[in-house]
């Protein structure tokens, strides 16, 4: 995965995955707002919202945990970077 970067730190990807969750998270306080309670609030508009929240959120972490990777040397493979294995292979260079 090529990373970008924003303001010398902060890759693009994850930059822009979390402005996308903002909006969402946004959205769904507007919604709490008009009706009160959420369990009030058309069931596939708030399951949409609530999935295209957790799904930018994920995705920035994912961004986020692959930029990791990449400045440490990539020491996995982007398809298999998670933060156990990142840690466990972080660990091993700091050993040696």
């Known amino acids: 995965m090529t990373m970008h970067y924003y303001k010398g730190i902060m890759p693009i990807e994850v930059d822009e995955k ?5 909006c969402f998270l946004n959205q769904l306080k507007e919604l709490k707002k008009k009706y009160k309670k959420l369990a009030l609030v058309d069931p596939i508009k708030l399951s949409c919202l609530l999935e295209g929240f957790l799904f930018e959120l994920i995705a920035a972490k994912d961004a986020f945990l692959c930029h990791l990777n990449h400045i440490t ?3 996995l493979e982007d398809w298999q970077v998670n933060e156990k294995r990142l840690l466990r292979e972080y660990k091993k260079q700091i050993e040696k």
């Open 18 to 22: 979390l402005r996308l969750a903002k």
């Open 73 to 75: 040397g990539n020491l």
